[in-house]
C-alpha cells in the first residue's frame, strides 16, 4: 500500500509569487490533514479535510493560503502571494474515515524556501 | 505557554544507553499520546501511541502516560546508531479526527 505522497519535495520561490503543494492520501482514507513546521518551531496543525469538506481550518494562518480538495482524493494547498515567513516544511498526513482507534499516517513533507 | 512542552535537546548518549524522553502537556482533553521519529528530509514515522494513563512496550521502547501529572516518556532501551533521529510528541483528544498538537521534538544522537 502507498503511503501519503507529496510533490514537489523542495520548492524555492521568490516573495510575492505563487506556489502549490499537492498531497495524495493513503488511498481510501478520507480524513486528510495539512501540517507546517517553520524553523526552530513545533510542527502545527493546519487544516482538516474530511472528504471535500473542511472540517477545521483554524490553523489557516492567513487568507493568502488557499487549501482545496475537490472530489474528495488530493488535496492542494496554495500560497499566493508567497511571504519570507511562510518558509518552512509542509506536511500532510492521513487517516480513515471511521479513525478512532488509528493515528495519522504523515508524507514526506514538501520543503518550502521564500526569496 | 505552549500546549506541549519538549526538551528540543540536543541529546547525545553511548551505544548502549538507555535513553530518556519526555513531554508534559496543560490540556486536561488530551486522551491519545504518540511518539513519532523523524529521520532528516523525512515525515514523521509513528513508533507508539497510547490511550490515557499507563504503560506500553514494543520491543525495545516503552511509553509511559502520567494524566494525573500531566507528563508522558518515552524509553528506548540497548540504544542502537540507528535510533538517531527527532523524537517527537504528540498528542490529541482523538486519535484519528482531530488534529495533532506536537512537542518541538528532541534530537538525540546514539554515539557506537
Known amino acids: 500500500e502507498a503511503g501519503v505522497t507529496q510533490f514537489p519535495s523542495h520548492s524555492v520561490i521568490e516573495k510575492g509569487q505563487t506556489v502549490t503543494l499537492r498531497c495524495d492520501p493513503i488511498?481510501?482514507?478520507?480524513?486528510l490533514y495539512w501540517y507546517r513546521r517553520v524553523m526552530g518551531k513545533e510542527i502545527k496543525f493546519l487544516l482538516h479535510?474530511?472528504?471535500?469538506?473542511?472540517?477545521?481550518e483554524s490553523g489557516m494562518p492567513n487568507n493568502r493560503f488557499l487549501a482545496e480538495r475537490t472530489g474528495g482524493t488530493y488535496s492542494t494547498l496554495k500560497v499566493q502571494p508567497a511571504e519570507l515567513e511562510d518558509s518552512g516544511v509542509y506536511f500532510c498526513?492521513?487517516?480513515?474515515?471511521?479513525?478512532?482507534?488509528?493515528?495519522?499516517?504523515f508524507g514526506d513533507g514538501t520543503r518550502l524556501s521564500i526569496l | 505557554q505552549k500546549e506541549v512542552e519538549q526538551d528540543p535537546g540536543p541529546l547525545s548518549v553511548p551505544e548502549g544507553a538507555i535513553v530518556s524522553l519526555n513531554c508534559t502537556y496543560s490540556?486536561?482533553?488530551?486522551?491519545?499520546f504518540m511518539w513519532y521519529r523523524q529521520y532528516s528530509r523525512k515525515g514523521p514515522e509513528l513508533l507508539m501511541y497510547?490511550?490515557?494513563?499507563g504503560n506500553k512496550e514494543d520491543g525495545r521502547f516503552t511509553a509511559q502516560v502520567d494524566k494525573s501529572s500531566k507528563y508522558i516518556s518515552l524509553f528506548i532501551r540497548d540504544s542502537q546508531p540507528s535510533d538517531s533521529a527527532t523524537y517527537l510528541c504528540?498528542?490529541?483528544?482523538?486519535?484519528?479526527?482531530?488534529?495533532?498538537?506536537f512537542g518541538q521534538g528532541t534530537r538525540l544522537t546514539i554515539n557506537p
Open positions: 498526513a492521513s487517516t480513515e474515515f471511521w479513525a478512532t482507534n488509528q493515528p495519522q499516517h
Open positions: 488511498s481510501g482514507h478520507d480524513n
Open positions: 479535510f474530511v472528504k471535500e469538506s473542511k472540517q477545521d
Open positions: 490540556n486536561s482533553a488530551f486522551q491519545y
Open positions: 497510547t490511550y490515557s494513563s
Open positions: 504528540a498528542m490529541s483528544a482523538d486519535l484519528g479526527a482531530q488534529k495533532l498538537v
